[in-house]
């Protein structure tokens, strides 16, 4: 009980996040919002290495190797996701940005046709009524798209692909300092583009202070902190399915902070996509090594 109120809370942690995202979006660039964002949280994130200790499973040196090579490549398909996210919200809703960022989840088992995974008929279904979903959530009555909406299904294409490196080191990797690495990674390497794209202006860093600060200390260290720290006695159904209302509540952050109204026909989309999400993960249940690391974000 104590891990799903942790992990609800994540839920609403990340799911609230989107509106400071949005709200970020309309003083600073991308690469500026990303890079001041991801840097703060990995400062924040340091005092968490005194709770990682290196595992003993196997000697120190694969277990280095592991955690260094799953710092560097997740941390360059983090920057890559991260980025795609911010530049999509700058053109479309908060509610829009998180239901199409939870489809990660149903493009995870997809990814395994690429190495010739078994794909169940939930996961089937979950892709149907997630793709549904989707096109009543994105496509108006003129048949129009929001500019951003495709860079948010980029993103979770791009958060589905972290998930299966992160699961590739998994079982060696340190996990608290390679998500620290990748944090890291995002925050100077962005911050560094914004810098030499004269992106930093100390005018538009005061104006989306607030949304810099919430983003990086809730979803980046809190949040992650509460997920690492409740996944640890949580039943892999539950991280699913809890973590899976992240973009329930990223709706409703919309609706009562930045006024956003959904249409029903888009309440009926994102009821859809989430039901898709929800199937794909939860129905058949084989529990398998990544089944822990599936909702990372």
């Not at 839920?11 to 991308?30: E, H, K, N, P």
């Not at 090579?69 to 940005?97: D, E, H, I, P």
């Not at 991280?239 to 409703?252: D, P, Q, R, Y």
């Not at 902070?257 to 999400?277: D, W």
Request: hydrophobic share 55%; charged share 10%; glycine share 10%.
């Amino acid at each position: 009980m104590r891990a799903d109120v942790m992990l609800l809370g994540v839920a609403i942690i990340f799911g609230t996040g989107f509106v400071a995202q949005r709200l970020g979006s309309d003083a600073l660039s991308a690469f500026a919002f990303t890079g001041l964002r991801f840097t703060i949280g990995a400062l924040l994130l340091l005092p968490m290495l005194r709770f990682a200790p290196w595992p003993t499973h196997t000697d120190r040196a694969t277990v280095r190797r592991a955690t260094l090579r799953s710092g560097l490549f997740a941390g360059v398909v983090m920057l890559l996701a991260s980025l795609a996210q911010q530049y999509g919200l700058a053109s479309t809703s908060a509610s829009n940005g998180a239901f199409i960022t939870s489809l990660y989840v149903v493009f995870v088992p997809l990814l395994g046709l690429l190495t010739r995974q078994r794909i169940g008929w939930p996961v089937w279904l979950g892709v149907a009524l997630a793709g549904i979903g989707l096109a009543l959530l994105g496509v108006t009555a003129e048949f129009t798209v929001n500019a951003g909406d495709p860079w948010i299904l980029l993103c979770a294409l791009l958060w589905a692909v972290h998930v299966v490196v992160v699961g590739r080191y998994a079982r060696d990797a340190e996990p608290i300092r390679s998500a620290l690495m990748q944090v890291g990674i995002t925050g100077v390497v962005a911050l560094c583009i914004a810098s030499t794209r004269g992106e930093l202006q100390w005018a538009a860093i005061e104006s989306g202070k607030w949304a810099v600060l919430y983003g990086a200390a809730l979803p980046v260290a809190i949040g992650f902190t509460l997920q690492v720290v409740a996944q640890k006695n949580a039943l892999p159904t539950h991280t699913a399915l809890i973590l899976s209302l992240e973009s329930v509540f990223g709706m409703l952050s919309g609706i009562v902070f930045l006024s956003e109204r959904p249409t029903l026909q888009q309440y009926t989309g994102a009821a859809l996509m989430l039901a898709g999400v929800v199937v794909s993960q939860i129905i058949t249940r084989k529990p398998t090594d990544n089944d822990s690391r599936a909702t990372d974000r």
